[in-house]
């Protein structure tokens, strides 16, 4: 039985996601060559991965020359907000206190990040109180 799809990207999908926002655009073989780092896949394998997110209404092509030039269709903070949002409701129970709480655990955060989150959620504090 084939699987369900995913609302969200897969994490090759997201693997390319990163190098187009990163880049603004790019063709197959540059995101390849910018994958090659840490996966080694084959071009075609590159090009229909990145064709279906094409069909997903993940990515915008235009035709050049031979080939296309791809760019996200989606924005990197609008991805990470509903791939968050989901995590949130299908593991934590739609509580942010359980995700900071394991966050806070699990985590090896520097004093600096201890600060700037102190400073977030302050901020968050002071906008909320009448």
């Known amino acids: ?25 790019a063709t197959v073989g ?12 084959a071009y ?3 090009m229909t991965t990145m064709s279906t997110m094409h069909d997903k209404g993940y990515l915008a092509r235009a035709k050049e020359g031979m080939g296309y030039v791809y760019q996200a ?4 903070k609008d991805t990470a907000q509903g791939m968050l949002k989901d995590l949130l409701n299908r593991v934590f129970e739609r509580s942010p206190e359980a995700v900071l709480t394991n966050l806070l655990e699990t ?12 400073k977030l959620i302050n901020h968050k504090l002071r906008e909320e109180t009448p």
């Open 1 to 25: 039985m084939a699987r369900s799809p995913s609302r969200h990207p897969t994490e090759l999908e997201l693997e390319i996601l990163k190098i187009l926002w990163r880049l603004g655009s």
């Open 30 to 41: 540059q995101v390849r060559d910018a994958l090659a780092g840490y996966r080694d896949l």
């Open 44 to 46: 075609t394998s590159v």
């Open 73 to 76: 269709a989606v924005s990197e």
């Open 107 to 118: 985590s090896d955060l520097d004093a600096e990040e201890l600060k700037r989150l102190r």
